[in-house]
């Protein structure tokens, strides 16, 4: 019988002629990925394993990106932690602020993954990176800890659904709403251990960006790992930028899915997560024009150049309402250099934005955008769940960033069209 | 090992920003993190629970992020086990890895009231709630998790299997 693209590749990176969903295997790893929060964790459960060295210094990567530029003492003690570990390993791919970004948009375009890797990352939208036909999964501290030492982890094969999207995708609807309608549908444990394959004519034309996007939020329906059959879309972007050799999975035609989900994308427009489940999602007409006091433009979901650039389109020649702070934040240095370039930071400021070095900050309600209670917040990060951006009373909404930053200007919460 | 503690009760999609809220990750001191545990779910939790006591949640507790400080935090707090319908898969393989005892048990979810009296036979995988004299069963701990348990937990586990490497490889 055949196997689907995830079994594939695990089957490979386990060395085996074939794997079957639910089957336990110990996969050789591509690579592995910390940040400030989980690599300190990581780092004390390492030097309890009793090994010098990682299995490879090229293949771990450590990147401080959540609170840094270190927002108080307590974090800068831990990035300082991940820095000397990283300078005593002699890691290869330590990115020091100034040169990082946010790490799920940092590797990528590092080309530190390519299609038919094995990551595992103490984060749990390592799923992004199955945008790029690469198996890519969120683990714990204790988790890396192994793989670092190991370069291996034991993982269950997860079965796979199938998500076929078909249509022509209507203006300013994208890669986000795509994935929030998917989440509105299946739910937020829609996908629980599963893979999250995404297909069809929809996909196939969908830009790099957007399938970043739409793999980044395969953990929110509880999936192991999101992951877009790679195609010519993918070999663009990974031709001349990936640092290591890779290969081009395919799923067999017999392969078998738990389930297949259909979707026509030609009548959708923009989508909108209400608080406090990225499940809560409505079609932004029916918004119902919510206030709103903060908007951030940001994160791993969207904080990449077509996102700033949608932004930008919309946000040109107009001015960010009275009530509204709109914070906008490049995903990675690269992003930002070429946002400058493009003059894309000039429009943020002209209207009224602040702009900041790339940080997850706020998405994680850490610094650079903290929600008092009461206030109410849209972003075009991830996750809007009770606190997350600040005090348990705040609100947070989840949107495309194109409606963002019409809202920004409306003060409310409205789509392109109305502002334009 | 029995367990025995006081339930408290929470609802489906407890996440791990309601377990331990991300604005105190920037320390890893389980004692700290234990200050905070539950917080936004429940602002009286941290100071309430007494040791032994045990987490009763819906369905995809421990959604959300990858961040072992949750079930750190809750283990820190005196928590003796939880018990939820279902775990989100990266909450699943931290709780086994730092050596947090959860049980999935629908049936048990669904039934228990805070404040009820129950007591957990964690080999057996049976839960016996005193309060209302009934009795639920926990899917059992699949085996290669019981391996790590029996391992003394992950990093144990490896050590052992690195051992077994480096006699293999002279
Ligand atoms: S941007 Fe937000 S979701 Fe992405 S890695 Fe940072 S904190 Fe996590």
Redesign the interface.
């Known amino acids: 019988m055949g196997m689907t693209i995830t079994e594939k590749i695990l089957a490979a990176a386990a060395g085996k002629k074939a794997v079957r969903p639910g089957e336990l295997v110990n996969a050789k790893v591509d690579l592995v990925l910390g940040n400030d929060i989980t690599a300190p964790m990581a780092i004390q459960e390492f030097e309890k394993i009793g090994v010098a060295e990682v299995f490879d210094r090229d293949r771990v990567v450590l990147v401080p990106d959540h609170f840094v530029p270190n927002k108080d003492i307590k974090s800068a003690e831990q990035a300082k932690i991940v820095r000397e570990f990283a300078r005593r390993q002699k890691l290869t791919h330590y990115f020091e602020v100034g040169r990082m970004g946010i790490e799920h948009c940092l590797l990528p375009e590092e080309g530190l993954v390519g299609p038919g890797d094995v990551v595992v990352g103490a984060d749990s939208h390592t799923c992004t990176y199955g945008a790029l036909g690469a198996f890519s999964t969120g683990v714990g501290s204790t988790d890396l800890a192994a793989a670092m030492a190991l370069g291996e982890i034991w993982l269950k094969v997860p079965a796979s659904l199938k998500f076929v999207y078909s249509g022509e995708l209507p203006p300013w609807v994208g890669g986000k709403d795509l994935i929030l309608y998917t989440i509105g549908d299946i739910g937020v444990d829609g996908a629980a251990y599963r893979a999250m394959e995404f297909t069809g004519p929809a996909i196939a034309k969908l830009s790099m960006d957007g399938r970043f996007t739409m793999a980044n939020m395969a953990v929110e329906a509880g999936a192991k790992n999101g992951i877009v059959p790679p195609d010519e879309i993918t070999r663009e972007y990974v031709q001349g930028r990936a640092k290591r050799s890779y290969q081009f999975y395919a799923g067999d035609p017999d392969a078998e899915y738990a389930k297949v989900y259909e979707y026509d994308v030609s009548e959708m427009e923009p989508a909108v997560a209400f608080p406090h489940l990225p499940e809560n999602v409505r079609p932004v007409s029916a918004a119902g024009h919510v206030k709103i006091d903060q908007v951030v433009i940001g994160s791993c979901t969207n904080g990449r150049l077509e996102d700033l650039r949608l932004a930008a389109g919309v946000l040109a020649g107009k001015k960010v309402h009275p009530d509204v702070r709109l914070i906008v934040i490049p995903g990675t240095q690269k992003i930002y250099l070429q946002a400058l370039q493009e003059g894309l930071i000039k429009i943020f400021i002209e209207a009224g934005a602040v702009v900041s070095t790339p940080t997850c900050g706020p998405c994680l309600g850490g610094y650079m955008g903290v929600l008092a209670a009461g206030e109410r917040c849209l972003a075009t990060t991830n996750r809007n769940f009770v606190g997350r951006m600040g005090h348990r009373e705040s609100e947070v909404y989840l949107s495309n960033p194109a409606v963002a930053a019409a809202s920004a200007i409306a003060g409310c919460i409205v789509g392109p069209k109305e502002v334009l | 090992m029995i367990l025995q503690g006081k339930a408290w009760k929470f609802g489906d ?1 407890i ?1 791990t ?2 377990i331990i ?3 105190y ?4 001191d389980p004692s700290e993190l234990a200050g905070h545990c539950m ?3 429940d ?1 009286e939790f941290p100071r309430k629970v007494q040791p032994g006591d045990i987490i009763v949640a819906g ?2 507790f421990g ?7 949750a079930p ?1 935090a809750i283990k820190a707090a005196g928590v003796s086990c939880v018990i939820a319908g ?1 775990y ?3 909450f699943y ?2 709780a086994f ?2 050596g947090l005892p959860i049980f999935e048990a629908p049936e048990a979810a669904e039934r228990i009231q805070s404040g009820d009296l129950l007591r957990v036979d964690v080999d057996k995988g049976i839960i016996t709630n005193l309060s209302r004299r009934e009795e639920y069963r926990a899917t059992p701990i699949p085996p ?1 998790m019981q391996e790590i348990i029996s391992a003394g ?3 144990d586990y ?2 052992k ?2 051992k077994q490497y480096q006699r293999t490889v002279p």
Do not use: M
């Not at chain 2, 990750?25 to 890893?28: E, G, I, P, V, Y």
């Not at chain 2, 959604?63 to 400080?69: K, L, M, V």
């Open positions: 999609d996440n920003d309601l809220p991300a604005r990750l920037n320390t890893s917080e936004d779910a602002p369905k995809n959604s959300g992020s990858s961040r072992e400080h750190l279902s989100a898969r990266i393989r931290n890895n730092i290669f937990g992950l990093i490896v050590k299997q690195k």
